[in-house]
C-alpha cells in the first residue's frame, strides 16, 4: 500500500523522508505543495528533484476521501459528501460570511455518544476518522473554493477557509489522536497557517480529553452544554452520567488557562417544552457563574422521528434576555444550509439515502 501524505503533520513527513534518506527541507518542500498549493501529482511538483518525484509517486499518494457529491445551498453554504468505506459517508459544511469563510469539519463516522437530539448520534458509532480524511477535508474545501473566484465580487480569495469548527459528524475528544494531529496541520505555518483562536473544537464533555486538550493544542473551546441541570442533562446529553456538571465547569475553568480565548463558548440547543423555559434559563447562569463564557443558541433542527421540536421565537428571545440582562453574551446560531440538509445535527451521511435524495432534487429542477 502506497503511504498518504495527508496522512502526516510535517514532523511525521520528516521522520517518514528520513527514512528515504531524504533531508528535512524536501518534506517541508513537499508538504506546501500539497497543504498551500493543493497538488496531489507529484510529477506537479517542478522545484523537487526528478529522482525524489519518481520515488514518491512508486511509494506514496496524496487522497482526500472520495467525493460523493459537493452541492451548493442557495444562500452560498456549501455541502461536501466524502465517501468513506461502503455504504458511510461524512459530510463536510462551508459557511461564508462577510469577513470569514468557516468549515465545519467531521471527526468520526457516526458518534457513540448518543445525545437523543442528533442525528448522527442516532445513527450510532461506526469508526473513527484517520488524520488524511479530517485533513482532506479542508484540502478539497481550501483549494477547490480558491479555484473559484467569488460569485459576486468575481476574486479569488487566497484563503477562502479562515475558521475551522469540529462540529461536524462525531466527538471530536473521542478520536484524540488523529484529531490533536490534524489540527496541528491545520495550524502550521507551512500547511493552512491558522490562528489557534480561529480553530474551535466542540465538545459533549469528555472531561480527561480536554485536559489533555489544553495541554497538547490548545485551540478554541466550544463545550455543548444544553442543559442546566444533571437530572435534565443526564437524559439527553448521556455522557453526563460520567462527567456530571460540577466536573465538566471544573475542567472548562482548568481549559482556560491555557485556550487562546479567555471564554468558552457554551452550545445551547433549544428544544421546545424541554429545556427551554426561563427556569432553565436562570439556573445557567447559577451553573456558569465562575466560568468566563458566551453562549450560543442553537434552535433545534428537525430530522425525521426525532420525538423533538424548534423552540418558539419567543421562548428562544425570552430565554437570551434572561442570560444577556445578566450580562452574558448571547448568540442565536442562524440556520445555514437548510436546503440541503447542511445544518447543526442533519449530517447523517449514510452515501445511498443522501445521494438519492439529491438526485431527487436535481430531476426537480431540471423537469
Ligand atoms: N460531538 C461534538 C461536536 C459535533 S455536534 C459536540 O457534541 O459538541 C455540533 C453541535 O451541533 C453540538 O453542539 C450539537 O449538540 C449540535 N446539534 C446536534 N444535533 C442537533 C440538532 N438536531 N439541532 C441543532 N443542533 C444540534
Ligand atoms: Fe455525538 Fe455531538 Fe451528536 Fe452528541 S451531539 S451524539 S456528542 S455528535
Not at 26 to 33: D, E, G, M, N
Not at 55 to 67: G, N, T
Not at 192 to 207: A, D
Not at 352 to 363: L, P, T
Amino acid at each position: 500500500m502506497p503511504q498518504n501524505l495527508l496522512d502526516f503533520d510535517l514532523a511525521g513527513l520528516t521522520a517518514w523522508f528520513a527514512e528515504l534518506g531524504e533531508k528535512p527541507f524536501r518534506a517541508r518542500q513537499v508538504f506546501h505543495w500539497i497543504h498551500q498549493a493543493g497538488v496531489a501529482d507529484f510529477a506537479q511538483m517542478t522545484d523537487i528533484a526528478k529522482s525524489l518525484r519518481e520515488k514518491l509517486q512508486q511509494q506514496a499518494v496524496v487522497q482526500a476521501p472520495a467525493i460523493n457529491f459537493a452541492h451548493v445551498s442557495a444562500d452560498g453554504t456549501r455541502k461536501w459528501l466524502f465517501e468513506v468505506g461502503v455504504g458511510n459517508g461524512i459530510e463536510t459544511v462551508f459557511i461564508p460570511e462577510d469577513d470569514r469563510g468557516t468549515l465545519c469539519v467531521s471527526s468520526q463516522v457516526g458518534c457513540a455518544l448518543e445525545c437523543t437530539f442528533c442525528s448522527t448520534g442516532r445513527q450510532g458509532f461506526n469508526r473513527n476518522l484517520t488524520v488524511a480524511e479530517i485533513v482532506g477535508q479542508l484540502w478539497v474545501a481550501q483549494h477547490s473554493l480558491k479555484a473559484e473566484p467569488n460569485r459576486t465580487t468575481g476574486e479569488i480569495a487566497e484563503r477562502p477557509v479562515s475558521n475551522v469548527v469540529m462540529m461536524g459528524m462525531g466527538e471530536p475528544l473521542a478520536n484524540f489522536e488523529n484529531v490533536v494531529t490534524a489540527l496541528g496541520v491545520m495550524l502550521d505555518d507551512h500547511a493552512y497557517g491558522l490562528s489557534r483562536r480561529r480553530v474551535t473544537v466542540s465538545t459533549s464533555g469528555l472531561v480527561p480529553a480536554m485536559d489533555r486538550l489544553a495541554e497538547r493544542c490548545p485551540v478554541a473551546l466550544a463545550v455543548s452544554l444544553h442543559a442546566p441541570n444533571d437530572a435534565l442533562r443526564d437524559q439527553i446529553v448521556p455522557i453526563n452520567r460520567k462527567y456530571p456538571l460540577r466536573e465538566l465547569m471544573a475542567a472548562c475553568r482548568r481549559y482556560l488557562v491555557h485556550a487562546p480565548r479567555d471564554f468558552i463558548t457554551f452550545e445551547y440547543v433549544m428544544l421546545a417544552g424541554v429545556n427551554d423555559q426561563p427556569e432553565h434559563a436562570r439556573q445557567l447562569i447559577e451553573l456558569t457563574r465562575d466560568v468566563p463564557c458566551k453562549f450560543n443558541l442553537i434552535p433545534f433542527n428537525p430530522f425525521p422521528d426525532s420525538g423533538y421540536e424548534k423552540p418558539r421565537a419567543e421562548a428562544l428571545r425570552v430565554f437570551r434576555e434572561i442570560l444577556q440582562d445578566a450580562g452574558y453574551v448571547v448568540t442565536t446560531r442562524k440556520t445555514r444550509g437548510d436546503d440541503i440538509d447542511a445544518a447543526c445535527g442533519q449530517l447523517a451521511g449514510r452515501v445511498a439515502d443522501k445521494s438519492g435524495r439529491v438526485m431527487k432534487r436535481i430531476h426537480k429542477e431540471a423537469a
